[in-house]
């Protein structure tokens, strides 16, 4: 059965191309949601703004960063078992940053049910740092991956 999943020549081409365009999907989410967060903690509760930046927010999560993130995973393990790559260091790296990259993803979705709740407590600041934390994390895998520094 697990020999069916093996990629080779086009194949694997295609699956690399899905997972580049799901993992590209998932950062403009990653990137962008934070974003909204900060123009959200400007809005007052309860305005049409604030219920406006409530849809968006879910909307985004669920429509494109959800099935971008499970995308990402399904292609990226599936080249990974396809290149038997389990025993390479930068893949152990590259998997570490990619799961801290899933827990910010969860937390971002925790953070939004407090907005749509009306409870969030934390400042605008906080969302701007958040912002970063996925900047820092694609550059780490993009090095890791191209370079394969060890």
């Not at 740092?129 to 994390?137: A, K, M, R, W």
Request: net charge positive.
């Amino acid at each position: 059965m697990l020999e069916n999943l093996l990629l080779e020549g086009d194949a694997y081409n295609w699956v690399k191309a899905l997972h580049v365009i799901s993992v590209i999907a998932w950062m403009a989410g990653l990137l962008y949601l934070p974003r909204l967060y900060v123009y959200h903690c400007q809005s007052q509760v309860g305005s049409n703004q604030s219920e406006t930046f409530k849809i968006m927010e879910r909307r985004l999560l669920r429509a494109i960063m959800n099935p971008a993130m499970i995308c990402t995973w399904i292609f990226g393990l599936w080249m990974m078992y396809s290149l038997d790559a389990w025993t390479e260091a930068w893949v152990h790296a590259k998997l570490t940053l990619v799961v801290l990259m899933t827990v910010f993803h969860m937390f971002l979705a925790k953070w939004r049910k407090t907005f749509e709740r009306d409870d969030n407590q934390k400042p605008e600041s906080f969302y701007r740092i958040s912002n970063e934390v996925p900047t820092v994390l694609m550059i780490a895998i993009v090095i890791i991956v191209i370079v394969k520094p060890f």
